[in-house]
């Protein structure tokens, strides 16, 4: 299984995580001690339902049938050497770096994916919320995209990066994400 990060702060970011970058709902994260502070972003994760490479934009649908939302964790400060700290891999695919909600599944989700909302709430109040509508991509164009490069497998996820803004994370939060308004994600920051 692989996860492939698609960013917000380069055009065409594209950065793999490994399964270790996930937490689930209801567990913790940890503020790691390597880097100054991290910041959450909503994302929209897609669940890879098959074997696919070289996927054409009019059958992606087929390739996923389940959207979670997440919180996308990124460490600031600890790539110096690096011209933009957007291009480090450590900044954004570090362990528990992405909050993964549940999986919402259903035979008609391809039709709302791009639609899809997610919101994110930081201590009862709404923090950022994202779409891939709002950012002009459409999840088709994105998978057939990806599959040039890898071959996407059962059990693979793509997760998107939402929103410009983001939301600094401090030990004591309690974070939740929706999508469309259905609860899928708790956790606190530890």
């Known amino acids: 299984m692989k996860i492939i990060g698609i960013g917000r702060e380069l ?6 995580m490994a399964d270790s970058a996930i937490v689930k709902t209801g567990k913790p994260f940890f503020v790691p001690h390597f880097a100054h502070n991290f910041t959450g972003t909503p994302a929209l994760v897609m669940h890879i339902d098959r074997l696919g490479k070289h996927i054409a ?3 992606a649908h087929r390739y996923c049938l389940a959207v979670a939302p997440a919180i996308k964790v990124t460490a600031r400060g600890i790539d110096a050497e690096q011209h933009h700290q957007a291009t480090s891999a450590l900044a954004h695919s570090f362990d528990g770096a992405l909050l993964l909600g549940d999986f919402t599944t259903s035979d008609s989700i391809a039709q709302g ?3 899809s909302l997610i919101t994110v709430e930081r201590n009862g109040q709404q923090a950022a919320q994202g779409s891939l509508d709002a950012l002009g991509l459409d999840f088709r164009q994105l998978i057939a995209q990806l599959s040039v490069y890898f071959t996407l497998k059962m059990g693979d996820m793509i997760a998107v990066e939402l929103a410009a803004a983001t939301l600094e994370l401090t030990p004591g939060d309690t974070l939740h994400a929706a999508i469309n ?3 899928k994600l708790t956790t606190r920051v530890k």
């Open 57 to 59: 934009p009019r059958f």
């Open 11 to 16: 055009p065409g970011q594209v950065y793999l």
């Open 113 to 115: 994916i791009n639609g």
């Open 181 to 183: 308004g259905d609860l």
